[in-house]
């Protein structure tokens, strides 16, 4: 949590209040951490912190997608950002797909 948080202070992002979600909840056995938050302009954000050793590929961001549509259906509102914080490889048409999506993307 404290790297994400350092990550987020990095591109200017102050989030009030963050919440972690199980992610046996999103229905996944990923690697993966989820939190919810909300910003200084009362935004909802949710934000992914994936760290792994191998490319991030163009199907990892369909994957990517369902897991942010079971957490607006789990959370009952949705996002109005949506934050990746990534340690690994990343496809350069995963990037392109992703900046298409509208996530915010930190390294």
Known sequence: MKVMVKNLLT???VLK????IDTALLKTRKKIA???GVDTKSNYVCVFVI?????????????LEELF?????????????????????????????LKELKW???S
């Open 11 to 13: 591109k200017k992002i």
């Open 17 to 20: 209040k963050v919440n972690p």
């Open 34 to 36: 989820v939190f919810s």
């Open 51 to 63: 760290e792994r050793k191998s490319r991030f590929l163009r199907k990892d961001v369909k994957e």
């Open 69 to 97: 549509s079971r957490l607006v259906s789990l959370s009952e509102h949705n996002f109005k950002k949506k934050i990746l914080i990534y340690n690994m490889p990343l496809c350069s048409h995963a990037k392109e797909m």
């Open 104 to 106: 915010t993307l930190i």
